[in-house]
């Protein structure tokens, strides 16, 4: 059976090089580079070919594949993560359609891609709700918000204490996020992950169902997006595949650039 390379740190210069072309779809790649590095137990990297067909990255149970160039052995990759526990595979929406036939119970599903420039960025006037910097204590309140969302609830029901320490993790770590609670209870919030030195991702922007309609998302992106470019981040990214929430980050200056895929197992 084929062993593709597991990378080290001594090859993350080759890694920023090969992935530099396309810094949006690869923003997971760098930003977890940049954060965890390739030596722990977190973050871990696999090259496929000589050439670097493919390169594979898994973030806990996560896992990624970029390609910078047509024409690779896709059949090895998937027989590797065969082998692997994977909650999550993404990529781009064309690589994953070519490697679903390997996993066909799976479902390949499709987003869009977003990316929103400093100076694009059309502040909005601030709404009057309280929106609150989540900490590590919140982690219990996230989980619990995100076993209301259709589309996040099954990883965070079937694996809720491995999300509940992955989550605390990363707002022990720097991680940036924001909510709006209703007594003691998250009904609505974003935050990011994978930050670099210039851009950071969007993730799990999310409003409990009782709750939505009342701008609580846009109020909290706002913020989120602010503190951002305060802190120094040059541009975002993000996923979305709702229309209603695509048209809010539209407002906010967010342009679709790309086609993205997840596959949940």
């Given at each position: 059976?084929?062993?593709?390379?597991?990378?080290?740190?001594?090859?993350?210069?080759?890694?920023?090089?090969?992935?530099?072309?396309?810094?949006?779809v690869?923003?997971?790649?760098e930003?977890?580079?940049?954060?965890?590095?390739?030596?722990?137990d977190?973050?871990?990297?696999?090259?496929?070919?000589?050439?670097?067909?493919?390169?594979v990255?898994?973030?806990?149970?996560?896992?990624?594949?970029?390609?910078?160039?047509?024409?690779?052995?896709?059949?090895?990759?998937?027989?590797?993560?065969?082998?692997?526990?994977?909650?999550?595979?993404?990529?781009?929406?064309?690589?994953?359609l070519?490697?679903?036939?390997?996993?066909?119970?799976?479902?390949?599903?499709?987003?869009?891609?977003?990316?929103?420039?400093?100076?694009?960025?059309?502040?909005?006037?601030?709404?009057?709700?309280?929106?609150?910097?989540?900490?590590?204590?919140?982690?219990?309140s996230?989980?619990?918000?995100?076993?209301?969302?259709?589309?996040?609830?099954?990883?965070?029901?079937?694996?809720?204490?491995?999300?509940?320490?992955?989550?605390?993790?990363?707002?022990?770590?720097?991680?940036?996020?924001?909510?709006?609670?209703?007594?003691?209870?998250?009904?609505?919030?974003?935050?990011?992950?994978?930050?670099?030195?210039?851009?950071?991702?969007?993730?799990?922007?999310?409003?409990?169902?009782?709750?939505?309609?009342?701008?609580?998302?846009?109020?909290?992106?706002?913020?989120?997006?602010?503190?951002?470019?305060?802190?120094?981040?040059?541009?975002?990214?993000?996923?979305?595949?709702?229309?209603?929430?695509?048209?809010?980050?539209h407002?906010?200056?967010?342009?679709?650039?790309?086609?993205?895929?997840?596959?949940?197992?």
């Amino acid at each position: 059976m084929y062993t593709p390379k597991k990378l080290t740190y001594k090859d993350i210069p080759a890694v920023l090089r090969y992935i530099a072309e396309e810094k949006e779809v690869n923003l997971f790649i760098e930003g977890d580079i940049e954060n965890y590095g390739l030596d722990g137990d977190i973050v871990s990297m696999y090259a496929f070919g000589d050439d670097w067909d493919y390169l594979v990255l898994r973030y806990y149970e996560n896992y990624m594949i970029t390609c910078n160039k047509p024409g690779g052995n896709l059949s090895r990759v998937a027989a590797f993560l065969k082998q692997q526990h994977m909650l999550c595979l993404s990529a781009k929406e064309e690589i994953l359609l070519d490697i679903q036939p390997y996993f066909p119970h799976v479902k390949v599903q499709g987003t869009y891609l977003c990316r929103l420039n400093k100076e694009g960025f059309k502040m909005q006037a601030p709404g009057g709700h309280t929106i609150t910097r989540l900490v590590p204590n919140d982690a219990q309140s996230i989980i619990d918000l995100y076993k209301q969302i259709e589309e996040f609830a099954k990883p965070y029901i079937e694996h809720e204490q491995e999300k509940l320490r992955q989550t605390s993790e990363l707002l022990e770590s720097g991680g940036l996020g924001y909510g709006i609670f209703d007594g003691d209870v998250l009904v609505c919030m974003a935050n990011i992950t994978a930050k670099t030195q210039h851009g950071a991702m969007i993730i799990g922007v999310a409003t409990h169902p009782s709750y939505r309609n009342r701008g609580y998302a846009s109020q909290v992106m706002i913020r989120l997006c602010s503190q951002c470019f305060t802190d120094g981040l040059s541009f975002l990214c993000l996923f979305y595949d709702n229309p209603l929430a695509g048209a809010i980050y539209h407002r906010l200056g967010f342009e679709t650039i790309g086609r993205w895929g997840m596959m949940k197992f």
